[in-house]
């Protein structure tokens, strides 16, 4: 049985969908120590959203390879060895990208529905934060079909994704959660709450080209 602070060493699949795969416990204790400080040490920068640069609050990033982590190349290799069975748990096949970038998302902050575009075959999240309560928000929504079966998006998404043909997927960034997911999927960040005070949503998110 899975420990639910994210210290338990055995990585467990914990849903596997269509498109997506969710793996608890992704990191040995060590390596998830090792990212944490990583992430506590890097300069993040803040950017507006792509999506909705007017609603979705400000989220902070900085680019990272794993190359050059701090956190050294076992540990890097623990990323994305675990991003690498994920990608065969749902037989994708893509290529390894050394780069990736951290994420902090603050109260208030999230990331409207997308998906993340043509050319990228699959996107991976590790979730990093110290603690994450269910009452924080900052879920990670997806509809686990391809994005052209949700009768989207251009017009009135709130309306149209009523009529999606499958209901969303919610994922919460649990600590050493790590989600993988086929490109095309349509997905979103929820916001934040304010019952959040100063935690922040922090991850590792990279993209894999097909
Ligand atoms: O942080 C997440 O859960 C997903 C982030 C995302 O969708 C993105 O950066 O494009
Ligand atoms: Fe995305």
């Known amino acids: 049985m899975a420990a639910h602070d994210g210290r338990t060493a055995e990585a467990v699949t914990l849903v596997q969908g269509r498109r997506f795969v969710?793996?608890?416990?992704?990191?040995?204790?060590?390596?998830?120590?090792?990212?944490?400080?990583?992430?506590?040490?890097?300069?993040?920068?803040?950017?507006?959203?792509s999506v909705d640069p007017m609603f979705d609050g400000v989220a902070f990033y900085a680019d990272a390879s794993y190359a050059s982590a701090k956190a050294g190349e076992e540990h890097a290799g623990e990323v994305t060895s675990a991003v690498r069975r994920g990608l065969d748990a749902l037989g994708v096949t893509a290529a390894d990208?050394?780069?990736?970038?951290?994420?902090?998302?603050?109260?208030?902050?999230?990331?409207?529905?997308?998906?993340?575009?043509?050319?990228?075959?699959?996107?991976?999240?590790?979730?990093?934060?110290?603690?994450?309560?269910?009452?924080?928000?900052?879920?990670?929504?997806?509809?686990?079909?391809?994005?052209?079966?949700?009768?989207?998006?251009?017009?009135?998404?709130?309306?149209?994704?009523?009529?999606?043909?499958?209901?969303?997927?919610?994922?919460?960034?649990?600590?050493?959660?790590?989600?993988?997911?086929?490109a095309g999927t349509f997905h979103r960040v929820r916001k934040v709450e304010a019952g959040a005070g100063d935690n922040l949503r922090r991850s590792i998110t990279g993209f894999l080209t097909p």
């Open 22 to 49: 969710v793996v608890d416990n992704a990191l040995s204790p060590d390596a998830l120590a090792a990212w944490r400080e990583e992430e506590r040490a890097v300069q993040h920068r803040p950017t507006f959203s």
């Open 97 to 182: 990208n050394d780069r990736f970038k951290f994420w902090r998302y603050g109260r208030g902050s999230g990331l409207d529905w997308h998906d993340d575009g043509s050319g990228r075959g699959a996107a991976y999240t590790l979730y990093l934060s110290g603690e994450w309560r269910a009452t924080w928000g900052g879920e990670l929504e997806l509809f686990d079909c391809p994005v052209g079966e949700v009768p989207c998006a251009e017009f009135d998404v709130p309306k149209d994704l009523m009529n999606a043909p499958v209901p969303a997927t919610s994922i919460a960034p649990r600590p050493n959660r790590l989600v993988v997911m086929v």
